[in-house]
């Protein structure tokens, strides 16, 4: 098998322009093959305006990066029904692949004729799914996060030909999203007037229980796991079941470290552990979910 690839999956927080353009400026010397951009959870973040996402991945494609545009996951309006069809006819004109993150833009995609990444909301649990995606233009997709690794290997034996697969091995863990926004109902605010409050959580708004334990993370509409995934451990069981790329989420703090460990893992072939100073804020490691146990919990391999 070939080296396995490092994607960077778009950003799911709301940073500055500065910000945001930093860190990718950052990435264009990072081990890492693919980055996905785009605004993923909220219509209403748009520091980065539509031509700025498009500049931004002709740069980091003249550094020698693949570059994927993400589409919306939730779309729950007239206005960002559009946005969605203007992304994905800019994206084809520009050449490039688009993450799918809503069956609305697979529809758009497949009348277009354009092949597609389908991504972990789209809900692939067997193979049959993942063959008629295929036949719509899927030419990668990735498992739900939820997914054991037994159902994933069980998918791999049947997976179509010219499918690639991708799998998040780590970063917080993108588990619901809602038409209302938790972090401006937090901040007592209507989600149309919610002051952009998302831009003072720069890696989300921990949620903590009645006893004081962090249980959720509070992303504006999106709900995120309080632990970390973790599945450096898990890599060499990947590679053998063909697995060809392995994505990280991005975050604020220590994203350099984190992709130079898992670089390090797929170069070696060896299992190498990320700096416990480079999990995100109140993070701590989970792989529950690998094993077909609640998503939260550590297995040691």
């Known amino acids: 098998m070939k ?13 500055s322009k500065a910000d945001t353009l930093a860190f990718y400026v950052d990435a264009m010397n990072w081990p890492v093959d693919i980055i996905y951009l785009g605004e993923v959870v909220c219509s209403r973040r748009h520091l980065l305006k539509f031509d700025d996402w498009f500049a931004l991945a002709k740069e980091l494609r003249d550094a020698g990066k693949s570059v994927v545009i993400s589409s919306q996951t939730l779309i729950d309006n007239e206005p960002d029904r559009r946005a969605m069809h203007r992304l994905i006819e800019r994206a084809a004109v520009e050449g490039l692949l688009v993450e799918a993150n ?28 993942l063959a008629w995606l295929a036949g719509l233009g899927a030419s990668r997709f990735l498992p739900p996060l939820e997914m054991p690794g037994v159902d994933l290997a069980a998918i791999q034996q049947d997976r179509p030909a010219g499918v690639e697969t991708e799998v998040q091995v780590w970063g917080r863990m993108a588990l619901a999203f809602s038409a209302r926004c938790f972090t401006a109902r937090h901040h007592r605010l209507r989600k149309d007037c919610c002051e952009f409050r998302c831009d003072a959580h720069p890696d989300g708004l921990p949620l903590a229980t009645r006893d004081g334990k962090t249980f959720l993370n509070l992303n504006g509409i999106q709900t995120q796991s309080a632990s970390c995934m973790d599945l450096s451990e898990q890599l060499p069981e990947l590679r053998r079941m063909g697995v060809e790329i392995l994505r990280l989420q991005p975050q604020s703090q220590h994203m350099a470290e984190v992709v130079a460990a898992f670089d390090t893992a797929r170069t070696a072939q060896t299992i190498v552990k990320v700096p416990d100073d480079a999990l995100p804020a109140a993070a701590e490691r989970s792989n ?14």
Request: glycine share 8%; hydrophobic share 45%.
């Open 288 to 301: 529950g979910y690998w094993f077909g146990a609640p998503g939260m919990q550590w297995q040691a391999a």
């Open 3 to 15: 080296l396995q690839k490092i994607s960077l999956a778009s950003l799911a927080y709301y940073w």
């Open 102 to 129: 809503d069956f609305s833009a697979v529809r758009v995609l497949h009348q277009l004729k354009q092949n597609f990444v389908a991504g972990p909301h789209l809900n692939v649990y067997h193979a049959d799914t």
